[in-house]
């Protein structure tokens, strides 16, 4: 329970960094430097999933 929720925690970090970057990959690197600002897609699902993973196990 610890681990999932300190993976969570990390994913979420790591999820919310992504606005800072400029996507170089998948259909989101066509927008160059407008997506900036925006969540990467990926990360947010991760975030998702690891979530509903620890919620299962609680």
């Known amino acids: 329970s610890e ?3 300190a993976a ?3 994913a979420e970090r ?3 960094a ?3 970057m400029i996507a170089a990959k998948g259909r989101s690197s066509r ?3 407008r ?3 925006h969540m ?3 990360a947010a699902s991760a975030v998702t999933v690891i979530g509903a993973i ?3 196990l609680d």
Do not use: H, I, N, Q
């Open 3 to 5: 681990s999932l929720a």
């Open 54 to 56: 620890r919620k299962s």
């Open 8 to 10: 969570l925690k990390a």
């Open 40 to 42: 990467d897609p990926g």
């Open 14 to 16: 790591g999820a919310e």
């Open 18 to 20: 992504t606005k800072d």
């Open 31 to 33: 927008l160059g430097e």
């Open 35 to 37: 997506s900036l600002g």
